[in-house]
């Protein structure tokens, strides 16, 4: 849906114009949507206690009104205005915030039903990035703000991923640069039980929740994996982050092995890619082959930060995008998700 012009506000994060971040946070005020740089992704926000406002993200994005928005946050107050949270559990969380996590709760009736999805839990982040910071700060309202790109559609970790999709569709987009991780935060459920529930992997990784909660509940769909290896129909509920062009995911395994299976299946395409390793990027380089690096075995960080630019920069430029695995473990699980997710055919 066409609203009406969006207005572009550069920021520089380490050197941010006052009157930039107020104007943004008066659009805020005035419930009007705003694009933010975190340290995750981009996030497409709104005034979090606005019914009308909120319901503006939804139709910018094309997102079913059945799935529920984080609210973030500036301070660690915020998580006990808008849920009910025990201060032996908010000592706890106060070691992850402010940083790449996502907190769901029971909610206090100041939370719209339209961010919960009329749950009774509300999902409460308080991002450690400058922008997103100083805009909560101002706006002296919780924004309720999910990744700023168009439903189904890979993350936006770069002002042009935005621009693409949300250009005119949006009130403000602030352009903040690059972000820090590139996949979206880690959503802990602390409402399950005794034991913290992990309902999306992201940067911060099972084992460190664990260290501060005791323990954390894995479930299988945290790995993101579907019934079958093979997804035939775009647009079920489980597909995600998926560009135009259809992923093909080939499981971690030895190295020898993997490339035997990109092999086989490059050869069944006239314009393919393969995002590989940067360990096998000399093999198939070497070959001809069409190929780029979307990350290393080394360094897991790197892999996140490029994960959806590379999803992006292929998309319908090539037949099919070949993406070599990785392991799951500590961000890999993350990682690992939103490929299987993404993926239109899983290899093992
Ligand atoms: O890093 C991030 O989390 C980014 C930045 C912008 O903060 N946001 C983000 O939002 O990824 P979104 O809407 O794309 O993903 C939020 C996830 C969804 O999977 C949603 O279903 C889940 O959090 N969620 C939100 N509220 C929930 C609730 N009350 N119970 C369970 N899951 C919830
Ligand atoms: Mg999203």
Redesign the pocket.
């Known amino acids: 849906m066409k609203t009406s012009e969006t207005i572009i506000l550069e920021i520089d994060p380490f050197n941010i114009e006052e009157e930039k971040i107020k104007e943004a946070a008066k659009a805020i005020r005035e419930n009007k949507t705003v694009v933010f740089p975190?340290e995750?992704?981009?996030?497409?926000g709104a005034n979090g206690l606005s019914e009308e406002a909120v319901k503006k993200i939804f139709i910018a994005k094309g997102?079913p009104f059945d799935?529920?928005?984080?609210l973030?946050v500036t301070n660690i107050k915020a998580f006990l205005e808008y849920a009910y949270v025990s201060y032996s559990l908010l000592e706890k969380m106060e070691k992850l915030v402010p940083g790449?996590v996502?907190f769901?709760l029971k909610?206090k009736k100041i939370v719209p039903d339209i961010v919960?999805?009329g749950?009774d839990?509300?999902?409460i982040?308080m991002?450690a990035h400058p922008i997103a910071s100083k805009l909560i700060l101002y706006s002296g309202v919780p924004i309720a703000?999910?990744?700023?790109n168009i439903s189904g559609k890979p993350?936006a970790t770069l002002s042009d991923h935005v621009i693409h999709d949300l250009k005119n569709k949006v009130d403000y987009i602030i352009i903040g640069g690059k972000v820090e991780f590139g996949i979206?935060?880690t959503?802990i459920?602390l409402t399950a039980g005794n034991k913290p529930v992990l309902?999306?992997p992201?940067p911060i990784p099972p084992q460190k929740i664990a260290e501060i909660f005791g323990d954390i509940v894995v479930p299988d769909f945290a790995y993101g994996y579907v019934e079958a290896d093979y997804i035939k129909a775009p647009g079920m509920k489980y597909r995600h982050y998926s560009p135009d062009t259809p992923v093909i995911l080939i499981e971690y395994q030895d190295k020898e092995q993997m490339i035997n299976k990109v092999l086989t299946e490059y050869n069944k395409y006239s314009n393919p890619i393969i995002l590989c390793l940067r360990e096998h990027y000399n093999f198939f380089k070497e070959r001809n082959m069409n190929c780029d690096i979307i990350g290393s075995e080394e360094n897991y960080y790197e892999f996140a930060i490029k994960l959806f630019e590379m999803l992006r920069k292929y998309d319908e430029k090539v037949e099919v995008m070949i993406v070599e695995g990785i392991e799951d473990k500590g961000i890999g699980i993350a990682i690992m998700n939103r490929l299987r997710k993404a993926a239109h055919k899983i290899i093992k």
Request: charged content about 20%; proline content about 11%; overall charge positive.
């Open positions: 975190t995750t992704v981009y996030g497409l997102r799935n529920p928005l984080i973030h790449p996502t769901v909610k919960t999805a749950k839990t509300v999902a982040r991002p703000a999910p990744s700023a993350s979206e935060s959503v459920d309902l999306r992201g």
